[in-house]
């Protein structure tokens, strides 16, 4: 059977998603302090299977299975894995166990399936109750045509909807998904967004910033059970990391920006909640970094570039606090990029993340595999705002808009980059991932989400080209023109390119997804822009094909 023949392969059904009411939401709201021990969200979503189904984790031989089922005590499900959607004759069959410690998430790791196949599976109950059947797929083994990818980031409940799910759904054009990060948001009602941003018909819930295990778990519930999200891990597989919305805006080891411990308590708790509660909700292993083999086509690396090992990232504002002499200014700028920004040893993923990838790239092109591509959540390729962009402000821009573009501008000036929570804050970090990528001759692909925007960069080291990357576009949280209004998106995708060498094409105004197809000969990005999201629609307003031919480390626009 062929690539696309395969991608045709009938869908199962779907089922309604029971999403959160505003009745719901009150009566949540009013609980009485007698069931404080029961999970919030279980409280919130109806009894039996609430959730539909999820699979992750691909492996040629096997797959993890997830579901939800809620009970009056913890239940062992029978799990199913079939080649037919009646399940006439199942090839692989097991128990899973739904507890209320796991706030009633379930998951089983199905093996001894044949590998670049795609399959269903269900799960029962104990009463004879079924869940929603899904469909999965196997990694495949040895000589690999083709592969595709559809890659998400930046999901905002809050926005609107969830658009990009809907049509990668709709289409199933994919052999697997990959999610970068922030697969939803910490913040409370009426920050990000705003009242005046959000959409009418969205109830988040709880209402208030998520810090405690019923607060996580809940915000999980709610965004699961919008029906886009759940029909997309119900047809395909997923790869999930998590990036700092899971835990909480800018995000290192030891804290967060949105984190305050005097009234919220040991960051190291609330990490450690948020580690748990994506474990719980999403079908993810508990390694925090992993590898995937796709044939002889390529290996997925799933970096953790967040909450292991990340320094804190550097402050331009505290550079330049009490300083307005334009002298004093550049003379600041400078030391700052010569010292602090320089230092050899700040790190994003750590010695031995760094040294598990080194060797894992070698590893891989020893292998004779194709391509070698990074999984992972925040841009590497290098961007500076463009000086002219501080011209253009309005007089009836923000104070605090005006004061941040400033410093990057002056920033930009001195040779540095506006993004320091990106591999743009950490070069020298940056600097030995991509040289362990050259040492190991790989044909290197990165993909990178975290900036609402799309891009495409070629990436270099001390003047050799080292690969290519690939930045998606948010499925739903806002992009440059929601603060950059005054700069049309065309003149300010144009002024990023003429201002930063790596960068090749930039779209800094819509929403949607990307589909990476990888050849042994090509990597080629769609990116699929799916307008605007205050309305469910699953349909594209347009789309940027951008690729490049294998060990080339140059794009075709």
């Not at 790190?347 to 060797?359: D, K, P, S």
């Not at 705002?385 to 923000?398: F, H, N, R, W």
Request: hydrophobic letters at 45%.
């Amino acid at each position: 059977m062929s690539m696309s023949e395969d991608h045709t392969l009938r869908l199962p059904a779907a089922s309604p998603a029971t999403a959160l009411t505003r009745r719901g939401l009150f009566t949540l709201a009013g609980a009485s302090a007698a069931l404080a021990a029961t999970p919030l969200a279980a409280r919130s979503f109806g009894s039996g299977f609430t959730h539909g189904v999820a699979s992750g984790e691909p492996a040629a031989h096997s797959v993890l299975l997830w579901t939800r089922f809620v009970a009056d005590a913890e239940t062992r499900l029978i799990w199913e894995v079939s080649a037919s959607e009646d399940f006439s004759r199942p090839l692989a069959s097991g128990e899973a166990l739904a507890s209320p410690a796991r706030d009633w998430c379930a998951k089983a790791i199905a093996g001894s399936l044949a590998p670049g196949q795609w399959y269903f599976y269900r799960f029962v109950a104990p009463d004879g109750a079924v869940s929603d059947i899904g469909r999965t797929r196997t990694l495949p083994q040895g000589p690999t045509a083709a592969f595709r990818l559809a890659v998400f980031s930046c999901s905002n409940y809050g926005f609107g909807w969830f658009n990009a799910y809907g049509h990668a759904a709709e289409v199933a054009d994919c052999d697997l998904a990959l999610h970068l990060g922030d697969y939803l948001y910490e913040y409370e009602k009426g920050t990000y967004p705003t009242a005046q941003q959000a959409a009418a018909d969205r109830v988040l819930a709880p209402e208030n910033e998520i810090v405690t295990l019923a607060d996580y778990r809940l915000r999980y519930a709610t965004y699961r059970a919008d029906p886009d999200l759940r029909r997309i891990h119900q047809i395909m597989p997923m790869i999930c990391i998590m990036d700092d919305h899971e835990s909480a805006n800018d995000s290192w080891h030891g804290g967060a920006q949105n984190h305050t411990p005097a009234t919220e308590g040991a960051w190291d708790m609330r990490k450690a909640i948020a580690f748990q509660v994506n474990r719980e909700w999403l079908p993810v292993s508990d390694d925090p970094y992993a590898a995937y083999q796709v044939g002889d086509l390529a290996t997925l690396f799933r970096l953790e570039t967040r909450l292991l090992a990340r320094d804190k990232q550097l402050d331009l504002g505290a550079v330049l606090a009490g300083k307005s002499d334009p002298q004093e200014v550049a003379q600041a700028l400078a030391a700052f990029r010569d010292g602090a920004y320089a230092a050899s040893d700040r790190t994003m993923l750590g010695a031995a993340q760094e040294q598990w990838l080194a060797e894992g790239l070698a590893a891989s092109v020893k292998n004779g595999t194709a391509w070698q591509v990074l999984v992972q959540q925040v841009l590497m390729g290098n961007l500076r705002t463009p000086s002219g962009l501080i011209d253009q402000l309005g007089s009836a821009l923000p104070d605090y808009v005006r004061q941040r573009l400033t410093a990057a501008s002056l920033a930009s000036k001195a040779g540095l980059p506006f993004n320091m929570d990106a591999w743009d804050g950490y070069p020298a970090a940056r600097a030995r991932v991509i040289a362990s990528a050259l040492a190991a001759d790989a044909n290197l692909l990165v993909l990178a989400g975290d900036t609402h925007n799309g891009w495409a960069f070629e990436l270099g080291h001390e003047g050799a080209k080292a690969g290519i990357e690939f930045g998606v576009q948010s499925v739903s949280s806002p992009g440059f023109e929601s603060y950059l209004s005054f700069v049309p998106p065309k003149d300010l995708a144009t002024a990023m390119v003429t201002t930063n060498a790596g960068l090749k094409w930039a779209d800094t105004s819509q929403r949607g997804y990307m589909v990476v197809e990888l050849t042994p000969a090509r990597a080629t990005t769609e990116y699929r822009f799916t307008g605007g999201v205050r309305q469910r629609a699953a349909k594209l307003t347009g789309t940027k094909r951008v690729s490049a031919a294998a060990g080339s480390g140059t794009l075709e626009i």
